[in-house]
């Protein structure tokens, strides 16, 4: 099994502005989109579109969580095991013309919710033997900005 860890998830939204942007004033889109993101999680999808099966943990809350998991059962081959937090999961906003983003920080992790994802996370079982087909875990690093 192949675990995945996304400790800042994203509900990706996706518009389409087209025209000049009015800055301070109202932009209206002609297209819109949501898509479950983070690193860990993009790593899933792509598997899933391979047929390969994989684990996702990380941290969710709030309003966005269970849109987010509505997003990820969609997905036959990714199994959700994340952990529930008080704050709300972040959105990122992506204008699909021009590729402009904008990226939310995300939510404050507080110890304990930090301490259930590591106890959720040790239940992952130890490699026994070496095989060319074993556990992995796959940990990205937040993107440099």
Known sequence: M???????????????????????GKNRSTIETYEAGGKGVNVSIFLDELGMG????????????????????????????????????RINVTNLVDNTSFNAKGPNISDEEFDKLFKASKAIPPVREPSPITDTIVLLSPAKS
Request: charged share 15%.
């Open 2 to 24: 192949i675990y995945t860890l996304t400790t800042n998830p994203s509900l990706d939204y996706y518009i389409n502005l087209t025209g000049d942007i009015v800055y301070g």
């Open 54 to 89: 994989s684990t996702v943990l990380g941290f969710l809350g709030g309003f966005t969580k269970e849109i987010y998991l509505d997003f990820i059962s969609r997905y036959k081959n990714i199994q959700p095991l994340f952990t529930n937090i008080k704050e709300n999961t």
